[in-house]
């Protein structure tokens, strides 16, 4: 594809992201994936604010306003970026105790980056303030960041009955997750920017135990690992967003590749290069050639993917159909794949990898994109499951901005 191609591509984003930024106003929520796309179409009272404590992707929306502004020059978007100020304060400074492991993703794309592209001393102590809160949920003992749960095993009052049946977000003592590297970047940030080894040290141990306990023989990834909560030596895999135990979460496998790229970039650990050629050699094994995985590569042929909660995805599944196929994809994964081997890449070539991301450049361009501006979704046919979600859409737009060479300020 040609560079004019993509600048098209990216430029139409940026219009949907700056759109978009409209139509959440002062009221950002975690907005859920939808099969249409049209996110806000939706009661807000029925959506998690910022400051509940499973909430975790509202800052996408604020990552893919900011780049716009980054590349268009939009300060209204920043604007709008800072009128959210309280709610990101009030959630690790108020109620710290309050939040999970995806802080990460919370702060990274929302206060460093705008840190990074505005220099606000203001964003810069919020994202150091949660790197102190995620950096706090390290258990020494098992040296991992636990997932979900609060560290006293309490539930806030907001909480709905159906999270306190959630064996995962109930009763996450010893728990660790894959996606979990993706929040790094936060912590190395911070021991960068503050000088203080503490989150440099909790970053590594976290990924030194993602590597040895999470990344098996053959070059697949399990979701979710339980070590023994007392001892903290390593008890079993588990798993909550692939098909099952054993299972190969395509999505995970991204989350895992990108975090190992971007630790590699900040430490220099020649194990955490090394665990990404592992991983990424399986997964182009069993990759679909045109880039787009299956949700779960180990998920049967007759069997849908996992349920995410819409009924609506779930009725549309027909055993029947054998396009049914075409519905377990995860577009997400292809996007977040491409952008972490970019990432790589911008250390050392790799012909395999080089090849996947144009592949993956080629084929989203060409079936998934929606770029029409009255759908605020971008990224169709995520999650296994036919829906847009703004995680996706997030990194469909890091990958085009990544393509054009503009500077990635997030990371
Ligand atoms: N929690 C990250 C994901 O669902 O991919």
Not at 45 to 69: K, Y
Not at 267 to 295: F, H, N
């Amino acid at each position: 594809m040609e560079n004019k191609e993509y600048r098209d591509i990216y430029e139409a984003m940026c219009r949907k992201a700056a759109l978009n930024a409209q139509r959440i106003g002062t009221d950002l929520r975690e907005f859920p994936g939808r099969m249409d796309g049209r996110y806000f179409d939706v009661d807000r009272n029925t959506l998690r604010p910022v400051e509940h404590i499973f909430c975790w992707t509202p800052s996408f929306f604020t990552g893919m306003a900011l780049m716009a502004a980054q590349h268009t020059g939009n300060l209204s978007l920043v604007r709008w970026v800072e009128s959210l100020y309280e709610k990101y304060r009030a959630k690790v400074f108020d109620t710290p105790a309050d939040t999970m492991h995806d802080l990460g993703f919370m702060y990274t794309l929302y206060s460093t980056l705008a840190y990074r592209l505005t220099g606000s001393d203001t964003m810069k102590e919020l994202s150091v303030r949660a790197a102190e809160v995620l950096a706090h949920r390290f258990v020494p003992n098992g040296r991992y960041i636990r997932a979900w749960g609060r560290m006293d095993d309490s539930l806030p009052d907001y909480i709905e009955e159906s999270l306190k049946q959630n064996n995962f977000f109930a009763n996450s003592q010893g728990l660790a997750i894959v996606d979990c590297m993706m929040n790094l970047p936060l912590l190395f940030w911070a021991g960068e920017t503050t000088k203080d080894k503490f989150f440099t040290n909790v970053a590594i141990a976290h990924a030194d135990t993602t590597l040895k306990n999470f990344i098996r023989e053959d070059g697949s990834v399990c979701h979710a690992y339980r070590f023994d909560e007392i001892t903290g030596e390593p008890a079993e895999e588990f798993n909550d967003c692939g098909y099952s135990v054993g299972s190969h979460w395509a999505r995970g496998t991204a989350w895992a590749v990108y975090g190992f790229a971007l630790a590699w970039r900040f430490t220099g650990l020649e194990r955490y290069r090394q665990a990404v050629l592992k991983l990424t050699g399986k997964y182009l094994e069993l990759c679909a050639p045109d880039g787009v995985p299956v949700w779960d590569f180990r998920l049967p042929e007759d069997k849908p993917a996992r349920h995410f909660g819409s009924q609506e995805t779930w009725e549309y599944w027909d055993i029947t159909n054998p396009a049914n196929r075409t519905l377990n994809v995860d577009s997400s994964a292809a996007a977040i794949m491409a952008c972490g081997m970019l990432e790589f890449l911008s250390k050392e070539e790799n012909e395999s990898m080089r090849q996947y991301v144009q592949t993956v450049a080629r084929t989203l361009a060409q079936q998934y994109l929606e770029l029409d501006p009255e759908c605020p979704g971008v990224l169709r046919q995520q999650n296994g499951n036919a829906t847009f979600a703004s995680f996706g859409d997030y990194f469909a737009m890091e990958l085009y901005a990544r393509l054009l060479n503009e500077p990635i300020l997030a990371w």
